[in-house]
């Protein structure tokens, strides 16, 4: 079965700080996919990054990046100089290539950009 | 912007009672999938819909039902409505069954109060 763990429930980080959020993943599949998804208080499910399992390289998105160390199978997601607007629940998440297009959700972590 | 839509965006209802809650999913796109996502908790997947045909189902009791239309449009039914049924209903659209990466798309969700 799949799995997301995401241990930080929330954090507080100054703002045009850098911010790392954890994400360690379980599958037994051997090609699948890592998502990052923002959730403001609106509830829209944003994505903001994308990582396959066979990608030699990290994703990286304008300010988001995934780094992702298979061996570890984590697949941290890191925001370069936070802004407030920043601020919202970020979630993990993983799908497998070889089934449908079902998307396991970690808990979530709560983002706080201080000013 | 994603061009999935959902109906209503908030409504409340009375235990016992029936809701359905609709998804109009981005042009193009044959697969659409519900999620359920409980206060402080990340979405679970609810079921999947591929060219009208249920195509996955999560730990959902039958209770939860749905469809899909040939336009690709979608509805969400649950019956015998729980106090615990009270959560944010997303709808997520996909092109095909095999295609992720970043082409799965939500709407910004149904705000569903049991009462």
């Known amino acids: 079965a799949q799995k997301i763990t995401q241990t930080q429930p929330g954090m507080f980080v100054q703002e045009k700080e850098a911010v790392t959020l954890d994400c360690t993943y379980d599958t037994s599949d051997p090609s699948y996919g890592l998502f990052w998804y923002k959730q403001p208080s609106s509830g829209e499910m944003i994505f903001l990054i994308y990582?396959?399992?066979?990608?030699?390289q990290n994703a990286t998105e304008g300010r988001y990046s995934l780094n992702f160390q298979k061996a570890r199978k984590s697949a941290n997601l890191v925001i370069s100089a936070s802004q407030l607007g920043d601020s919202a629940m970020y979630f993990c998440a993983m799908t497998s290539m070889n089934r449908d297009d079902k998307i396991i959700f970690g808990k979530g972590t709560r983002l706080h950009i201080l000013p | 912007e994603t061009g999935v839509t959902q109906s209503p965006t908030h409504l409340i209802k009375t235990r016992g009672q029936q809701v359905t809650l609709r998804c109009s999913s981005q042009?193009?796109?044959?697969?659409v999938s519900w999620y359920q996502q409980a206060l402080g908790q990340g979405p679970q997947f609810i079921f999947q819909?591929?060219?009208?045909?249920?195509?996955g189902r999560g730990n959902f009791p039958p209770r939860f039902s749905g469809l899909q239309f040939p336009n690709y449009s979608s509805e969400l039914n649950v019956n015998a409505l729980e106090l615990d049924d009270s959560a944010l209903y997303l709808c997520?659209?996909?092109?095909?069954?095999?295609?992720?990466?970043?082409?799965?798309?939500f709407g910004e969700g149904s705000w569903l109060t049991v009462v």
């Open positions: 990582q396959g399992s066979y990608d030699q």
């Open positions: 997520a659209s996909s092109l095909a069954r095999k295609d992720i990466q970043n082409t799965i798309y």
């Open positions: 042009s193009g796109h044959n697969t």
């Open positions: 819909y591929y060219r009208e045909e249920e195509n």
